[in-house]
């Protein structure tokens, strides 16, 4: 048997707006600004998307689940990353681990960051230790560091096991 391994790489921004509600892997989060979005705004778990099927060769997250599609209008990000899983294993591979980082001045993530951490953990069927979830600000630097915005960047590893030929 010979082990192939694949890495993927993944990004997704969004602008913040007062009064709409924030989610951050699939979490709920106590903000007054939440992303501008066609689907629920989950940066991170559109980046972690991203990576996932980048890593697998299908492709980005506009082309599985397009923004401009009824279908996906206010959509929990949660199903979208159920169903990028589904792809990926259908594709014949697992999911070693999921390295993540969420660009945010306000608020402060760490009280959120286990609970992240468990529920996408969850969805992608592997242990919470396989997936991290880090937060930093910019120093008040740019569309962040003014609170105009989001970024959430992520890196994942994919396995799989295939026979060598005889």
Known sequence: MTLHQRIGQGIDFHRLEE????????????STKGCIAHSDGDVLIHAICD?????????????????TSDEFKGIDSKILLRRTVEMVSERGYRIVN?????????PKLAPYITAMRTTMAAIANISPDA???????????????R?????????????????DKV
């Not at 009064?19 to 106590?30: A, D, K, P, Q, S």
């Not at 990576?51 to 997250?61: Q, T, V, Y």
């Not at 999921?98 to 306000?106: G, W």
Request: glycine share 14%; net charge negative.
């Open 19 to 30: 009064g709409r509600e924030l989610w951050l892997g699939g979490v709920h989060i106590n």
């Open 131 to 145: 997936v991290s979830v880090k937060a930093t600000t910019t120093e008040k630097m740019g569309f962040t560091g």
């Open 98 to 106: 999921i390295d993540s980082t969420v660009c945010l001045e306000l």
């Open 147 to 163: 609170g105009e915005g989001i970024v959430a960047m992520a890196v994942c590893l994919l396995a799989d096991v295939i026979p």
């Open 51 to 67: 990576a996932l099927l980048g890593a697998a060769g299908l492709n980005d997250i506009g082309t599985h689940f397009p923004d």
